[in-house]
């Protein structure tokens, strides 16, 4: 975890850093449980419920964004809100990312330039608002620019598996924001869920946003884009889409800020 960071940057008492001790990460693991088992309804096994963390092999090797609030201490006491940070090179040493369970991502690992895969991401429910949010992506700004990412991907859930309550925001994602061909993913064949299930006509662009979740709207305003297919994820109570995000669009968007703090923070 030593060297990945990129100091801490501070709006009043919130601040945004990469997770420097194992007990900041279990923070974040134990987070992750309370949101997506107790709140959302995933599905536990005896382990993940008896440790109530949520980890698997890829959170040795990832780099841990952490919104931390000063105001509840330091270290571990202070963790509300994660994101989960995975680089090539980590992701060589565990045999891949994470999201190739799901999609083929071929075409996004034979771009040039450095990849970043971004998952687990998740905000204590007293935290949610725009404050937060607007630390995570201006901390995703600052990774991003510290280790020169040119790409960014991951899986982002949309909640529930029910295709027909979900076949509107499908439906417009893929009429409207399905990846250019050399960086597109696509769902394996077995998990395969066709996404256009609307008749591009019968699509409510404004109703299709609202029934976004507040992360994959986050991903679009960058620019993002998604992949061919979804993926239903019985463990976690979601349909999955692989969102795509060229970087340069992160960087401007948040660079000044970056910059104005980081002296201040370094």
């Given at each position: 975890?030593?060297?990945a960071?990129?100091?801490?940057l501070?709006s009043?008492?919130l601040?945004?850093?990469?997770?420097t001790a194992?007990?900041?990460?279990?923070?974040?693991?134990?987070?992750?449980?309370?949101v997506?088992?107790?709140e959302?309804g995933?599905h536990p096994?005896?382990?993940?419920?008896?440790?109530?963390r949520?980890?698997?092999?890829?959170?040795?090797?990832?780099?841990?964004l952490l919104v931390v609030?000063?105001?509840?201490?330091?270290g571990?006491a202070?963790?509300?809100g994660?994101?989960?940070?995975?680089?090539?090179?980590?992701?060589?040493?565990?045999?891949?990312?994470?999201?190739?369970?799901?999609?083929?991502?071929?075409?996004?690992?034979?771009?040039?330039?450095q990849?970043?895969?971004?998952?687990?991401?998740?905000?204590?429910?007293?935290?949610?608002?725009?404050?937060?949010?607007?630390?995570l992506?201006?901390?995703?700004?600052?990774?991003?620019?510290?280790?020169?990412?040119?790409?960014?991907?991951?899986?982002?859930?949309?909640?529930?598996?029910?295709?027909?309550a979900?076949a509107l925001p499908?439906?417009?994602?893929?009429?409207?924001?399905?990846?250019?061909a050399?960086i597109?993913?696509r769902?394996v064949?077995?998990?395969?869920?066709p996404?256009?299930?609307?008749?591009?006509?019968?699509?409510?662009?404004?109703?299709?946003?609202?029934d976004?979740?507040?992360?994959?709207?986050?991903?679009l305003?960058?620019?993002?884009?998604v992949?061919?297919?979804?993926?239903?994820?019985?463990?976690?109570?979601?349909t999955?889409?692989?969102?795509?995000?060229?970087?340069?669009?992160?960087?401007?968007?948040?660079?000044?800020?970056?910059?104005?703090h980081r002296?201040?923070?370094?």
């Amino acid at each position: 975890m030593s060297g990945a960071g990129f100091g801490e940057l501070r709006s009043g008492n919130l601040g945004v850093r990469v997770a420097t001790a194992q007990e900041e990460v279990d923070a974040a693991q134990a987070l992750r449980y309370r949101v997506f088992y107790e709140e959302m309804g995933a599905h536990p096994d005896a382990e993940t419920a008896a440790t109530a963390r949520d980890r698997d092999a890829f959170d040795a090797v990832a780099d841990h964004l952490l919104v931390v609030d000063h105001n509840l201490g330091e270290g571990a006491a202070s963790v509300v809100g994660t994101y989960r940070l995975i680089r090539r090179a980590a992701a060589e040493k565990v045999g891949g990312f994470y999201s190739a369970s799901e999609y083929d991502i071929g075409p996004l690992l034979a771009q040039p330039g450095q990849v970043l895969e971004l998952g687990r991401s998740c905000v204590d429910a007293h935290y949610r608002n725009r404050a937060a949010m607007q630390l995570l992506w201006s901390g995703i700004a600052a990774y991003v620019s510290r280790h020169q990412i040119a790409l960014m991907f991951g899986c982002a859930s949309l909640p529930g598996t029910d295709l027909d309550a979900l076949a509107l925001p499908l439906s417009y994602l893929h009429a409207q924001h399905l990846a250019p061909a050399e960086i597109r993913p696509r769902a394996v064949p077995e998990r395969f869920v066709p996404m256009d299930r609307l008749d591009p006509a019968q699509i409510d662009a404004r109703a299709a946003l609202a029934d976004l979740p507040p992360l994959v709207k986050g991903y679009l305003r960058l620019g993002g884009f998604v992949g061919d297919g979804a993926v239903i994820d019985t463990q976690f109570n979601t349909t999955d889409v692989c969102v795509v995000v060229k970087t340069e669009l992160v960087t401007e968007k948040y660079s000044r800020h970056y910059e104005r703090h980081r002296g201040a923070q370094e």
